[in-house]
């Protein structure tokens, strides 16, 4: 075989002389900042995208406008329960003395959210970001429409079928994340790389916190007319219905809106680009390369997301309880307070994170946060009882220290959504915020029942909250930490370049197994590949006879080896010599490298990885597939016949 090694050298001068090129030139495309999508960072004609058209251009428009109103009706959602769980609290005892039915009013939504993050993570990847937007908006549209018509034979009855309500709409309202972050993502990085987390934000974070003051708007009117002394209990004749059921029959005005816009909604272009390629196919490399290169990164998104929401959840959820036992404010005068420190402050912090995240960057803006969030809540709760004196001073305060969450949630929202590849970008994100989502359901359960217990005297005191504070301090500081280490940074990096990673590295181990396993030309050439599959696979690891386990996991690597265009032993062996190095862009990992490999060895560590992100992976078929070469290597192959060759050339050729 010496003259297909000679060849294979000569194939690997050529390949890195024209990935090198590539990623010059998408260097110098992302230092000049021009809008396009024309930076092509791979080779594979599956790895770069065309030029914008007029069509193009239009569809990233619309998509964009379909995902603002998406939100905005996100954010509505989920504080329509903070004024209803605040005005029965008033005028039911009942539900003032159940920590149960309080919690219940609280993480309903968030129970939704969770399974719906879950399920339309992998409908979105699988089926089509399009086809899950149109099941969301479905979904909340049902959950509105079962708010306006709850009833039961007591108010306590009721309520619980309004938390039923309340779950069925943030089953689609959690599939608007999986199914509309990734695909405004990916929308984003075509239209400009060095901005994609700002557009990103604006769309989706901004217009949710919008959206999370309309309810009040709207309630502060109902609750004026029909619930206006709510605070004096039920004998104050507050008409509760009418705030409650309008409360969700306004809702449904913006939900179908946006439910007809997203039939004019498209997939983008980077989705339907990689879905052409895999064809709706995973295997068992999906799953390796994310369990092998994917848990640091996976580590800090679900934990971040964990914590932000235990302390936003919770503390927005029982806001008007809160405010009600430190101040004493009336029901009306708490929704009045919420608009007007809206409006002052909190409104305009998330597009204030927006414009900063690109710059500093997703990491620094989310320590940003979680310090000074951690910092001014100490401040908060040391100075607890001369803030209550001033109940001016208290809500300025207050409302200072709420406003710094944004920096934590914008980077949030989008580190999920860039961390993994196009293929498994929106299950991977339903994974990461749905165990997120769990912070927002434990944090909003436990709160009344840390307060009352902390207080000592089984009713809700000043010292029982103040405790309380303290412990979520403790967590912002934890958040500070595991920030710093775990969170990946993904500003101004390619998605594209990034896709072409997670290629390689399927590809490169498979190449890898096949030589690991034993996998010969004559399993190569087999015509029966297609049946061999992950879930047998798995099946005869756990219950079948080894030799026939380990006949099949050599077929079934061969199949894989097929999917992946290696179709003789030396383009195996090429690919498998092929580094694997890949940088995850956590601190954590850096340092853990950095103190294995040494200067030099990390310095080689990253730019294989770099160079990994621009390999031309369709030079390399095309150099080991083309007739006139390849005829060679035919003679030297047993059973590989030239038809064969020019069968498996013909999916690498433009």
């Known amino acids: 075989?010496?003259?297909?090694?000679?060849?294979?050298?000569?194939?690997?001068?050529?390949?890195?002389?024209?990935?090198?090129?590539?990623?010059?030139?998408?260097?110098?495309?992302?230092?000049?900042?021009?809008?396009?999508?024309?930076?092509?960072?791979?080779?594979?004609?599956?790895?770069?995208?065309?030029?914008?058209?007029?069509?193009?251009?239009?569809?990233?428009?619309?998509?964009?406008?379909?995902?603002?109103?998406?939100?905005?009706?996100?954010?509505?959602?989920?504080?329509?329960?903070?004024?209803?769980?605040?005005?029965?609290?008033?005028?039911?005892?009942?539900?003032?003395?159940?920590?149960?039915?309080?919690?219940?009013?609280?993480?309903?939504?968030?129970?939704?959210?969770?399974?719906?993050?879950?399920?339309?993570?992998?409908?979105?990847?699988?089926?089509?970001?399009?086809?899950?937007?149109?099941?969301?908006?479905?979904?909340?549209?049902?959950?509105?429409?079962?708010?306006?018509?709850?009833?039961?034979?007591?108010?306590?009855?009721?309520?619980?079928?309004?938390?039923?309500?309340?779950?069925?709409?943030?089953?689609?309202?959690?599939?608007?994340?999986?199914?509309?972050?990734?695909?405004?993502?990916?929308?984003?990085?075509?239209?400009?790389?060095?901005?994609?987390?700002?557009?990103?934000?604006?769309?989706?974070?901004?217009?949710?916190?919008?959206?999370?003051?309309?309810?009040?708007?709207?309630?502060?009117?109902?609750?004026?007319?029909?619930?206006r002394n709510s605070y004096l209990g039920i004998s104050s004749g507050c008409n509760w219905n009418v705030v409650a059921r309008l409360s969700f029959g306004i809702a449904t005005i913006p939900v179908i809106t946006v439910l007809i816009f997203r039939t004019r909604m498209k997939d983008s272009l980077m989705f339907k680009k990689d879905q052409q390629r895999r064809q709706r196919r995973y295997d068992g490399l999906d799953l390796f390369v994310i369990l092998r290169y994917f848990m640091p990164r996976t580590v800090g998104t679900v934990i971040m997301w964990f914590l932000i929401d235990w302390i936003n959840y919770?503390?927005?959820?029982?806001?008007?309880?809160?405010?009600?036992?430190?101040?004493?404010?009336?029901?009306?005068?708490?929704?009045?307070?919420?608009?007007?420190?809206?409006?002052?402050?909190?409104?305009?912090?998330?597009?204030?994170?927006?414009?900063?995240?690109?710059?500093?960057?997703?990491?620094?803006?989310?320590?940003?946060?979680?310090?000074?969030?951690?910092?001014?809540?100490?401040?908060?709760?040391?100075?607890?009882?001369?803030?209550?004196?001033?109940?001016?001073?208290?809500?300025?305060?207050?409302?200072?220290?709420?406003?710094?969450?944004?920096?934590?949630?914008?980077?949030v929202y989008l580190v999920p959504a860039e961390a993994f590849p196009t293929r498994i970008r929106a299950t991977m994100y339903g994974i990461a915020s749905s165990l997120g989502k769990m912070g927002g359901i434990v944090g909003t359960t436990t709160f009344p029942t840390i307060w009352r217990n902390w207080s000592g005297n089984g009713q809700q005191s000043l010292s029982g909250l103040r405790k309380t504070m303290w412990f979520y301090a403790g967590m912002e500081y934890l958040g500070l930490i595991i920030c710093t280490f775990f969170v990946p940074e993904y500003s101004h990096r390619s998605l594209l370049g990034e896709d072409t990673r997670f290629v390689e590295l399927r590809r490169r181990h498979c190449a890898r197994f096949a030589l690991r396993f034993g996998v010969t030309q004559e399993d190569l050439n087999r015509e029966d590949l297609g049946h061999y599959n992950l879930k047998t696979l798995a099946h005869l690891k756990l219950f079948g006879n080894k030799e026939r386990y380990v006949e099949y996991r050599r077929l079934y690597i061969a199949s894989l080896c097929r999917a992946e265009k290696m179709m003789v032993m030396p383009h195996v062996e090429y690919v498998a010599g092929l580094p694997t190095d890949y940088k995850d862009l956590t601190l954590f990992s850096s340092l853990l490298l950095k103190r294995k490999l040494g200067k030099e060895g990390y310095a080689q560590f990253e730019k294989n990885s770099e160079e990994m992100g621009f390999y031309d992976s369709e030079k390399e078929q095309e150099m080991f597939y083309e007739k006139q070469i390849d005829h060679k290597v035919v003679d030297e192959v047993p059973g590989l016949t030239a038809e064969a060759m020019d069968d498996a050339s013909k999916p690498a050729r433009k």
């Open 1 to 227: 075989m010496n003259g297909a090694s000679a060849r294979v050298d000569v194939v690997g001068e050529e390949i890195m002389r024209s990935s090198m090129e590539i990623l010059r030139a998408s260097q110098e495309q992302q230092t000049s900042g021009k809008e396009g999508a024309g930076v092509e960072d791979g080779g594979s004609d599956f790895n770069k995208l065309a030029p914008l058209s007029k069509e193009d251009k239009s569809t990233i428009r619309f998509n964009a406008f379909g995902t603002a109103a998406g939100f905005f009706v996100n954010g509505y959602m989920y504080d329509i329960n903070s004024v209803l769980l605040t005005m029965f609290n008033d005028i039911f005892p009942s539900v003032a003395n159940d920590n149960t039915i309080q919690s219940a009013v609280g993480v309903s939504m968030l129970y939704g959210v969770m399974f719906g993050l879950l399920a339309f993570g992998f409908i979105a990847d699988y089926f089509g970001r399009k086809k899950g937007l149109i099941m969301c908006s479905c979904l909340v549209l049902l959950g509105n429409i079962l708010g306006v018509a709850m009833n039961g034979t007591t108010h306590v009855g009721m309520i619980w079928m309004m938390c039923i309500a309340l779950g069925v709409a943030g089953l689609g309202m959690g599939g608007e994340y999986t199914c509309n972050v990734p695909n405004v993502m990916e929308d984003s990085e075509q239209v400009n790389t060095a901005t994609r987390g700002r557009r990103v934000a604006m769309l989706v974070m901004c217009l949710e916190v919008i959206g999370n003051y309309a309810p009040f708007a709207v309630q502060l009117i109902l609750v004026a007319i029909a619930c």
């Open 314 to 411: 919770s503390q927005g959820t029982f806001g008007g309880i809160i405010l009600q036992t430190v101040i004493g404010v009336s029901l009306f005068k708490f929704i009045w307070l919420a608009l007007a420190e809206g409006a002052a402050w909190l409104m305009w912090l998330p597009f204030l994170s927006a414009f900063v995240v690109d710059k500093w960057g997703r990491r620094k803006t989310e320590m940003f946060g979680w310090m000074w969030l951690a910092s001014t809540q100490i401040i908060n709760t040391g100075f607890f009882y001369q803030l209550k004196a001033q109940p001016v001073a208290w809500i300025i305060w207050s409302t200072f220290v709420g406003g710094f969450q944004y920096f934590v949630f914008i980077p």
